[in-house]
């Protein structure tokens, strides 16, 4: 059997294929609030009004440079405050503003919604199935990369 015909030979094209149409689909959406997908992925992130930089960037899969970026980009922008971390002293926090907790619902409704659109051609129950079959494989590359 070729590479190219072995099961999975397409799922790592297909996973970013849909990956990309769900960044560019929240991109248009964070656009109408005026932010970047990455500022939305950020806001949505932040499980509490605040959270060190660090965990957000190993939340996303980013690297502390990056992130660092795009949060002092989010506090430019008014979205944001960096704050020294009292439990560490090597790092910042990030601590939402008013303004990022008020379109913070409408940033979790529109995610919702394009999750949702992204399964609508198929039944519920196979949509179930495929979320924990892509948990599954999730774990199953956390696993094969040490974490």
Known sequence: ????????????????????????????????????????????????SQMPVGAVADRLGTDRATMTGVAER??????????PNPDDGRSRLLRLTPRALDVLPRLASAADAISAGAVSAIP??????????????????????GR
């Open 1 to 48: 059997m070729s590479a190219s015909s072995a099961p999975g030979a397409d799922f790592g094209q297909l996973v970013n294929h849909v990956a990309r149409l769900f960044r560019q689909a929240m991109g248009r959406e964070a656009a109408a609030l005026g932010l970047t997908s990455q500022q939305a992925a950020v806001l949505l992130t932040i499980t509490s």
């Open 124 to 145: 519920p129950a196979d949509a179930e199935r495929l979320v924990a079959l892509l948990h599954a494989v999730a774990s199953a590359l956390e696993s094969a990369d």
């Open 74 to 83: 989010l506090v430019r922008d008014g979205w944001g405050e960096l704050l």
